[in-house]
Structure formats: structure tokens, C-alpha cells
């Protein structure tokens, strides 16, 4: 089942995101890391929270209704070996395997697959064999300022990256991190 947000409760979630105070400058550094981290965290959430597909049925749902979708750009088994690696959690999209998107896909075609689950920012993880020196610098500015993505590592719910060759676990998303 799709949830969607009424504009107040978008609103609301924008404010929250946006209206956060700056550190202060006699903090320590571990305490400024720790708050750059709080808002890295928080704008993977939100994210996710505003990706179209974050579950399994939406996934499925979503393959229906889009014949035509950036899942189009990977061959027949790419796409079924891409699908069934999806790891969700109630926080959307936890990990997922990556070799064919490396192989296949230009960095654009990764991002337009990677943002219907919010996870648009791993991209600049991965090395492309279809790429030009532009566009993988461009990907590799993607990355999250902070590695709570862990590449060679699969979601295992609840709150477990498990070393997998060929995955990245999503931290922020796996339930690593308290909310």
C-alpha cells in the first residue's frame, strides 16, 4: 500500500529537517562529527521517506504500472538479479547488489534507478565500466559526507551489515541507527 504525505504533514517534516540549529562554535570536534552525522542520518530518512518505492509491494506494484522505468537500462537477468538482492526495511531500501549496475549502466542510468528508492547518494560509490572520467567524478560527489554506507556488506535485518561481496548496505536504512 503507497503512503503519501498531506502537504502539512510534508511541511512539517521540511521544517523540522531545515530549521536545525548550527553548532556551536566552542563545541569539540567529536561533538560536530556527531552532529553532522545526526543531519547526514536525517537527510537520508527524509530521503527515503519521499522515494517511491521503499517496500517490496510498492516495488512490485511499481514494475507494473511503469513499463517503461530506468530498470528498462539493465538487461533481463541484471534485473531480476538486482530485484531479488533488494533488502527493505521499515526504513526503506537497506541494500541491494550493485555488480550489474556497475557493469551495465552509465552513472545518470544508476541514478535514475538508485532515486526511486532514495539511494541516489551510494552512486558515488560504485566504478563504472560505462563511464566517462566526467561522469565518474560527478558520481563520486554523490557519496555521503559520512561512510554510514558500507560497501561489500548486505543488510540482514534487524540492524546487521553482513559482509557480501557485490552489495552495499544502507546503515541509515538497515537500522543501524536509532531514531
Not at 35 to 47: L, Q, S
Request: proline share 4%.
Amino acid at each position: 500500500m503507497k503512503s503519501f504525505f498531506s502537504i502539512a504533514t510534508l511541511a512539517a517534516f521540511l521544517f523540522a529537517f531545515s530549521s536545525a540549529t548550527a553548532v556551536p562554535s566552542s563545541a569539540s570536534f567529536s561533538e560536530t562529527a556527531e552532529f553532522v552525522a545526526e543531519k547526514e542520518r536525517d537527510a537520508r530518512v527524509g530521503e527515503s521517506l519521499l522515494s517511491p518505492i521503499r517496500t517490496s509491494a510498492e516495488l512490485s506494484a511499481y514494475l507494473q504500472l511503469h513499463k517503461t522505468s530506468p530498470f528498462n537500462a539493465l538487461s533481463k537477468r541484471s534485473q531480476q538479479l538486482f530485484v531479488e538482492s533488494l533488502v527493505f526495511t521499515e526504513n526503506g531500501l537497506a541494500s541491494y547488489r550493485y555488480r550489474e549496475l556497475e557493469s551495465e549502466l552509465t552513472p545518470r542510468q544508476a541514478f535514475e534507478l538508485l532515486s526511486l528508492f532514495g539511494a541516489q547518494k551510494t552512486l558515488g560509490y560504485l566504478q563504472f565500466a560505462q563511464a566517462s572520467s566526467e561522469e565518474s567524478n560527478a558520481a563520486a560527489k554523490l557519496a555521503p559526507v559520512l561512510l554510514d554506507d558500507h560497501k561489500g556488506y548486505r543488510c540482514v535485518p534487524p540492524a546487521t551489515c553482513q559482509s557480501s561481496m557485490d552489495h552495499i548496505c544502507i546503515g541509515a536504512n538497515c537500522g543501524m541507527y536509532p531514531w
